[in-house]
């Protein structure tokens, strides 16, 4: 779902609907970044993808 730069350590979205299998991979990605870089919307949140970055 994410990718990391090594040199820079951005945060790059690689899938922004994941299938729902993936959601538990996803809130836990969310929930595990150090600094709280990582958010989930839903569709419904407003016009863009299902995710967006806070």
């Known amino acids: 779902m994410f990718d990391q730069d090594v040199d820079t350590a951005r945060v ?8 729902s299998r993936l959601h538990a991979d996803v809130e836990l990605a969310v929930s595990m970044c150090p600094v ?5 919307s839903t569709k419904a949140d407003g016009p863009s993808d299902g995710m967006r970055r806070a």
């Not at 790059?12 to 299938?19: A, C, G, Y």
């Open 36 to 40: 709280g870089a990582i958010s989930v």
């Open 12 to 19: 790059t979205l690689l899938d922004p609907e994941p299938e």
